[in-house]
């Protein structure tokens, strides 16, 4: 009797410990990059490969988190840009000219609302800086001069290692896309240490790869005014990203919110939206689309969103409160469902013909 108890105590055993590994080893990382708190779970039976993953992912963020940003004077982004404002090319490293390549794309699918050589205009508004946000406001003829000098990256010139442009007007900055960018690096540089599970988390915009455990990861979409507006499962591969006009905002004399997003056509704060949330397959084009949502008007972000290729957005704007397609709305869970209008599909509008 006591054999058999035992033997179905091995049994029992045995099989937690074939349940255990099917699931994998979860290890945690955190530490701060890009301005934010990156959270960095993995998943895989072996240690050293959970450790190899965490370590070329936090790599990822040092490296490329210094070299595109631009307002630090070392980084390589401020040095390309102190080249063009002086009308000369400059040397740069393959993964820049990759990501201008991709950022020049953006730009033309966003029909311009997404502008990655909107630098200047930045500096005008002083978003460049840190919080808080004080001191005047820019002038008038200075945002006048800043869109007569139609600073775009349509006359980049993106050579093997070179980067010019036929404009000194053009300064990069690349804040709204370099979040997106650099997880995308990240988890392509995991999953080669041969990693197939993980989350990665920067400060509420987040990718994944695999699964959680035995389901999906699951991600929180925040509300503008804090809290939770719901929650999501998302599919490997899947990128989850969000912008705001809460996050770093001015204030104007009488008090309106003046965001950090700005939009290239008036050279002034954007005011379609509060709130835009993407999902996509890539985390850059989930980060440029949401910047570009944000700054696109009500009539049009439908029409701009199916260019971008992304059908899964959240909008909220104070004129139509919470709108998203109804292909989203069918994956949201714990949504207040007297918050949201449903929309029928996205237009399927092939994207604009772009290089
Ligand atoms: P995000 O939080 O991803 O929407 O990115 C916002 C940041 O991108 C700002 O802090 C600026 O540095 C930059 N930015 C602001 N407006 C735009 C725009 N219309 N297109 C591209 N970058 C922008
Ligand atoms: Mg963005």
Redo the contacts with the bound molecule.
Sequence with gaps: MVAAALKRFHGLLLCLAIAAPAWGQVERTEFRAMGTRIEIIVRDDDPAVRRAALDEARHRFERYGRDWY?WRDDSELARVNRALAGGRSAPASSALIELLHEARTLWCRSGG????A??G??ELWG??RPPPYEGPLPDESAIEHWLASDPDPAGLQLGDAVVASDNPAVRL?????A??AVIDRALAAMRATGLEHAMINAGG?LAVIGRADGRPWRAAIRHPEAGLLATIELAPGEAL?T?GDY??FREAEDGRRLG?????RTGRP?RGAIQVSVIADSGTRA??A???L??ASADKWPEVAASLEVVHVLRMSTAKGLQMDERLAARLERLDPSLATRLRPLPATPPRECR
Aim: proline share 6%.
């Design positions: 631009a609302r997404f502008n990655p909107i630098g205009l930045v978003f460049h900055d690349l804040g709204a896309i979040k997106g915009d990203f912008s996050e770093r950090h997003v700005l939009d290239p954007a980060d440029a949401a910047t570009a944000l700054v």
